[in-house]
């Protein structure tokens, strides 16, 4: 079987400059801004018992083919065809792995939980490295450098992010059109900078021969495995080529990659090292030591580097942008495929559906990246926190498209490890590089990513022990319609009552019938069911089916990259001949408080977390736009 052809790649041609202009300001954001700290880190790990030619090789040749297989191979080629109806992403995957088994097993949703978690200690340090990276720039302006101590450098990073995450709540749809402009003029410029110090040392583009780095890695033990969790930073962002696919689409995003991207960063990388094998040779002649500089910044004329340094910051803030948006809609993601509670999702467009705000995650992020950047200063001393949860989540993956391409594009075993046993051990060797700094730093991400998996996994079990409480503890709607219904008094108008099990009588209903003594004449039970699909066409949105007089069931069935509005999917009902006026209908919530009970199944800290949680999800009447003052909430006690 081969792959579903995907919806998001098939784009008239008169969109697809417009769509691959914006995948290089959105995309290619994180990826892109790498030269600025990636190669020297490695290079100074090369050089921490001194540096040689041949390890400047090394390091360029591992740079580049890094790129080749970790970016163009596996995500360009190979992942990018495994899309969920046009979406990619880590929880996209997961969706069409649990699609492809037929089931959410626990391995499913381990891998799940873990990529999802790991994206989020990602997005914390990603703003911050970039940002600072590119403001130590200033450093390198002769004119300016006594004046940027530490402080200086400092303060305008955290000015930069606080500004940035503070923008969030109105939306970037007004400066999103110039991302692409910005970025397409950064790559031209790495490309440039990069292409003039090529006659440095012209030897530098032997480094596209493996052999170089084979031969580094063989020569360096344990020390070259230090160094290969440097030169990891130059794939940082491969997951965004994936996870934004949806956006752009297949082509846009490969076209950009080939053309633009990928020989602006080669370009780049060698023209670092061969100002590095020059800079070698000038200081050995001289009888000096060898210092790492800031190789990207030394690239430009004295004179330009000042503007260098804006061009660098504006793409930076692209880039953690990029990041951030990107954690908003895995939260979205999240949120409707079970993982997390309910949270406000504000959306800051009125015409990009993508764009939205969480003030929950904004928040949590705005506090994580400028603790981040208090506590390591330095663009140096963030790249040891940076890259542990990136290949954690690039191993979750591919682990993620085994199953797919076994279970779904009905591959064999052979072409399967053919395939993806080389991608999968190259991604375990970046694990295993990058677990060297765990001391130093990539506990962090770890950190981060451990504790929202665990809340994850407590939200998980608690929401299934609650719906397994909630079926033991509810009257059989069958009973229900026999037994009850025709004996209650009815009043005029139309109620409808939330369920989320629709073989059960809604606890609100049996509320509402319990203190009123009296039922509508027209009833609605209504189910919001989540499909492993990103979207769901307005054709398949509804479901209509007549229980008995006065009694009625719908279905609206939404994909996770949906937000759910009731009041929009209840207009459908007309298309199926059913008259429905939302503003004289009574919406019936039940809401149920958990408190803590003598016996659990829960672990007592997992049930205070649990609590925690139900009580500062969202209210379902702004998570599912229902109109306020339609709204009666019915609440109950109940403990899991």
Known sequence: MTPEPSVATAHPPRRFLPLALGSIGVVFGDIGTSPLYAFKEAVGQAAKDGLTPPEVMGVVSLALWALIIVVTVKYVVFLMRADNRGEGGVLSLMALAQRAVGRRTPLILMLGLGGAALFYGDAVITPAISVLSAIEGLRSVPAIADHITLGVVLSITIAILVG????????????????????????????????????????????????????????????????????????????????????????????????????????????????????????????????????????????????????????????????????????????????????????????????????????????????????????????????????????????????????????????????????????????????????????????????????????????????????????????????IAPRAKRVPGAAVYLTADPAVTPGALLHNLKHNNVLHDRNVLLAVEIDDAPRVSDADRLTYETLSEGFSIVRLRYGFMERPSIPRGMLLLRKQGVTFDVMNTSFFLGRRTVVAGRSSKLARWQEKLFIFLTKNAASPTDFFQIPPGRVVELGAQTTV
């Open 164 to 483: 940035l995450f503070l923008i969030q709540s109105s939306g970037t749809s007004k400066v999103a059109r110039f991302f692409g402009p910005i970025c397409l003029l950064w790559f031209a410029v790495i490309a440039v900078l990069g292409a003039i110090h090529l006659r440095d040392a012209p030897g530098i583009v032997m480094s596209i021969n493996p052999y170089f780095g084979a031969r580094f890695m063989l020569d360096h033990g344990m020390a070259g495995l230090l160094v290969m969790g440097s030169v990891f930073l130059t794939v940082t962002g491969a997951e965004a080529l994936y996870a934004d696919m949806g956006h752009f689409g297949r082509w846009p995003i490969q076209s950009s990659w080939f053309f633009i991207v990928l020989p602006a960063l080669i370009l780049n990388y060698l023209g670092q090292g061969a100002l590095t094998l020059a800079t070698l040779h000038k200081v050995t002649e001289q009888g000096q030591a060898f210092q790492n500089l800031d190789w990207f910044f030394l690239l430009a004329p004295e004179m330009l580097r000042a503007p260098l340094v804006v061009l660098a910051a504006c793409a930076t803030v692209i880039a953690s942008q990029a990041v951030i948006t990107g954690a908003f809609s895995l939260s979205q993601q999240a949120i409707q495929l079970g993982l997390l509670p309910r949270m406000t999702l504000l959306r800051t467009s009125e015409t990009e559906a993508g764009q939205i705000y969480v003030p929950q995650i904004n928040l949590l992020l705005l506090v994580g990246v400028i603790l981040l950047v208090g506590v390591f200063k330095t663009s140096t001393g963030l790249a040891q926190a940076y890259g542990l949860a990136v290949t954690g989540t690039m191993v979750v993956t591919t682990s993620l498209a085994i199953i797919v391409v076994r279970r779904l594009w009905k591959w064999s075993l052979l072409a399967t490890v053919a395939l993806i046993g080389p991608l999968l051990l190259v991604d375990l060797v970046f694990l295993g590089s990058n677990a060297l700094k765990l001391l130093s730093g990539g506990w962090i991400p770890l950190v981060i990513g451990g504790s929202l998996m665990v809340l994850m996994g407590v939200w998980v079990k608690g929401s299934r022990l609650l719906q397994e409480k909630r079926r033991q503890d509810s009257l059989p709607l069958d009973d229900f319609l026999k037994l």
